[in-house]
């Protein structure tokens, strides 16, 4: 046996693992893989039944049930859009940006929220273009394992030079995307829901914030039932905690 | 001047530093609580660091009681902690009292040997009969505190076990069946007094508990002890008896009827409660957490006060927040209101029944005032370019695909209905690569170790070097295999080729035939 055919060999569980998590998550595209989850709890099925009736505000509870329920994000993706067609825009910025978190590939959240005036800062995988494409989703899975293999052998058979070269170029090829991606879905962002204040330390009014308004959060923990964040102009506030929602 | 000053400066240091040198006598009389009448009890005065001997103590008068100093007995105690040594001495006393109830004892006067004198506290005590029911080596008695209460009041199941001697392995008694315990046991010892003025030992138990049914509740059993007997070291044996516990009965009544509020749910008092806010003022916009604590006992029972509040203030229940004590019970609200002013959060009151009053109650929290003030805000105008005449008006649907009622909006695009794929977790590829180094790096490494690559074979390259006519090659091959033989044949054929090759190479002849001899070599590696 080669020296190739055992990278290779390397390379087979992780990539049968990776086809298994595609298929559990529901990567076939065509069905609805969240429907069965909703009836499993108790949530009735036609979510969108009263949104396409003009009655956007009913469905959105709904959504935003099933969005907690499965973490989707696609889920999250349409329970902003219920909330933007019912005239909630803190609630709908807060769905979108976490839609945008679930999967910082997808152009949909993002375009959303330029919709409604909100647009996100340049993100990491629009940054890398063209060049996150081939590790983007389930292909940077798939790069990174035969990177990972070929690495793995040549650097051991290190006659093999040819090996750890193409594992490193491939390695190359997925790295961008890859990373892009793990670093949008760690942004820190957070969203006012409602119309609020924005407050210094002594808790005097600074500037009004109204609902919708994006921001970073800047330390985990709360501080006086206010969470510390940085406004998109860099300035560093405290909002009340019950006025802003994180991802 | 200045000198003299100096001199008595320096005499009064060492007037101070020689007083504080000597140590502080302390006297204090030791009598048993009670004093059995007409029986004389042992005590003792207890005379800490005195400055010298006693030689006489003179006893006040003291209607009803006589106290005499035996000839013998005293002893004497020292104890050096961090370098100072401490002398107690201990002269006896007994003391025979005759007038029941609180006897006045005045000080005690201890005459020293140095001439100076030293005084015992004042001190009261009481001449009571012993208990009549010690007699024997053991009793024992189970009693309810209060004997009679109502369900979920609470309790104490007091069990005294008394010992002439020796000593219990295990409790006679348990907590009635249905009892709720409302703490861990409690274990005390101390002393009491038989008629005659003999001293007993005795272990309390103490189990607070309560009863959540209605009616009698009866404690009974029998406690075993056991005693040492024996007339020394090697004759000790241990002597066990049983003494029956009389019964004890807790009545528990129901809870009255009458005057029961609607919304009681089973409290029993005492309780407190009380409402705070975390701040008192806050800008609009801005939301407060109320906090009402309710202490008292089964706050468990208790569900979320019903909040009656003014317009315009939204409450968010929380969770419970971390109460002291499992005693107490914290109810927590965020709080938003909508606009400015002082809103005010009216008192709650929650119902419980009053043991000692036997009727119900109402703990009330006091109303708490939240300043609302306006903050900064700014009117911002937004103005769009107005479209050209006949152009389209914006479409404002509320159907799915293009929601409305968001002001300055673009067009939002159709909802995905869950058929979009679901991208893998940013962390996956970093994991399945790291998983495909190691793997890669493991497979090489076995193949290392289980496919080496064999040795030359020697036998193979002498046939190859025949079979091609290269004669100072075969001689070579033939020479590297000589180590690996091992038989006489194998020694045989070898010398047998080696000579050939050398008459061919240097005699001028033809190489014989060697397939014989290769028969025998050509295996060999």
Redesign the interface.
């Known amino acids: 046996m080669t020296d190739f055919k055992m990278a290779a060999l390397a390379a087979l569980p992780a990539l049968a693992v990776a086809f298994l998590l595609a298929m559990v998550t529901g990567l076939s595209a065509g069905t609805d893989p969240l429907e069965p989850s909703v009836h499993e709890h108790g949530l009735p099925a036609d979510l969108y039944g009263p949104w396409s009736q003009g009655r956007p505000a009913e469905s959105l509870d709904l959504l935003l049930g099933r969005a907690k329920t499965t973490d989707r994000w696609d889920a999250w993706y349409d329970a902003g859009l219920a909330a933007a067609a019912a005239g909630d825009k803190g609630q709908a910025v807060s769905c979108l940006v976490t839609a945008h978190r679930r999967n910082p590939a997808a152009a949909e959240p993002r375009d959303a929220l330029r919709a409604l005036d909100v647009p996100l800062p340049a993100t990491w995988v629009e940054r890398a273009g063209p060049l996150g494409i081939p590790g983007s989703g389930w292909a940077g899975v798939v790069l990174f394992a035969v990177a990972g293999s070929l690495i793995g052998f040549g650097a051991i058979r290190w006659r093999r030079k040819g090996l750890f070269i193409v594992g490193a170029g491939v390695a190359l090829l997925a790295a961008p995307g890859v990373f892009a991606a793990l670093r949008d879905a760690e942004v820190p962002w957070a969203t006012v829901v409602h119309d609020t204040q924005a407050l210094d330390s002594t808790g005097a009014p600074v500037r009004p914030l109204p609902a919708g308004t994006l921001v970073r959060q800047e330390q985990a923990e709360p501080w006086a039932g206010r969470t510390v964040v940085r406004l998109l102009d860099g300035q560093v506030v405290l909002v009340a905690q019950a006025d802003a929602e994180t991802h | 001047m200045v000198i003299a000053w100096q001199r008595w400066a320096w005499a009064v240091t060492l007037v101070v530093l020689a007083l504080s040198a000597i140590p502080a006598a302390e006297v204090v009389l030791n009598l048993p609580d009670p004093l059995i009448p007409n029986v004389q009890m042992p005590g003792d005065i207890q005379v800490t660091d005195a400055p010298s001997t006693v030689v006489n103590i003179t006893f006040p008068s003291i209607p009803g009681m006589t106290i005499d100093v035996p000839d013998e007995g005293g002893s004497v105690q020292t104890t050096v902690v961090n370098g100072k040594a401490t002398t107690t001495r201990g002269i006896p006393l007994l003391v025979t009292a005759r007038v029941l109830g609180l006897n006045h004892i005045p000080p005690i006067t201890l005459h020293l040997k140095d001439g100076s004198i030293l005084q015992t506290q004042a001190l009261d005590v009481r001449v009571e009969h012993g208990n009549p029911n010690l007699a024997g080596e053991a009793y024992a008695e189970a009693a309810f505190q209060p004997p009679a209460i109502v369900p979920g009041e609470p309790a104490k199941l007091v069990y005294r076990i008394y010992l002439k001697r020796g000593n219990v392995e295990s409790v006679g008694i348990e907590p009635p069946a249905g009892a709720i315990l409302l703490g861990e046991r409690q274990v005390a010892r101390g002393r009491s007094y038989d008629k005659d003025g003999g001293q007993w030992a005795v272990i309390t138990l103490t189990w607070p508990l309560t009863i959540a049914t209605p009616g009698e509740y009866r404690v009974e059993g029998q406690q075993d002890f056991h005693i040492a007997v024996g007339d020394g070291f090697f004759d000790t044996r241990v002597q066990r008896g049983r003494v029956p516990v009389a019964p004890t009965v807790l009545l528990v009544k129901p809870l009255p009827t009458e005057g029961r509020p609607d919304d009681f749910t089973g409290l029993i008092g005492p309780l407190a409660f009380t409402a705070e806010l975390?701040?008192p003022?806050?800008?609009?916009?801005?939301?407060?957490?109320l906090r009402m604590t309710v202490a008292g006992r089964q706050v468990d029972l208790l569900k979320a006060p019903a909040l009656a509040l003014p317009a315009g203030v939204q409450a968010?229940p929380k969770d419970d927040g971390k109460s002291a004590d499992r005693n107490s019970r914290i109810f927590r609200w965020?709080l938003?209101p909508s606009a400015a002013g002082e809103v005010v959060i009216p008192a709650v009151s929650i119902p419980y029944f009053d043991p000692e009053t036997r009727i119900y109650r109402r703990a009330e929290s006091k109303a708490v005032t939240l300043t609302v003030v306006p903050?900064?805000?700014?009117e911002l105008t937004i103005t769009a370019p107005v479209p050209p005449p006949g152009t389209a008006p914006p479409d404002t649907?509320?159907?799915?695909a293009q929601?409305?009622?968001?002001p300055?909006?673009?067009?939002?695009?159709a909802?995905?209905?869950?058929?979009?794929?679901?991208?893998?977790s940013?962390?996956?590829?970093?994991l399945?690569?790291?998983?495909?180094?190691?793997?890669?790096?493991?497979?090489?490494?076995l193949?290392?170790l289980l496919l080496r690559r064999p040795a030359a074979n020697r036998g193979l390259a002498l046939t190859r070097a025949l079979a091609v006519g290269d004669l100072p090659a075969a001689s070579l091959a033939l020479a590297s295999l000589r180590p690996a033989l091992t038989t006489a044949s194998e020694q045989a054929a070898a010398k047998a080729l080696d000579e050939a090759i050398d008459r061919a190479r240097f005699g001028g002849q033809a190489l014989t035939d060697p397939t014989h001899w290769l028969r025998e070599l050509e295996n060999l590696r």
């Not at chain 2, 940013?426 to 970093?430: F, G």
Request: hydrophobic share 35%; glycine share 18%.
């Open positions: 975390d701040r003022h806050i800008s609009t916009g801005e939301g407060v957490e968010y965020d938003v903050g900064r805000t700014r649907s509320a159907s799915p929601p409305a009622g968001m300055h909006q673009g067009r939002l695009a909802p995905l209905r869950g058929i979009a794929k679901q991208p893998p940013p962390h996956l590829p970093l399945v690569g790291g998983a495909c180094l190691a793997a890669g790096g493991l497979l090489a490494g193949r290392l």
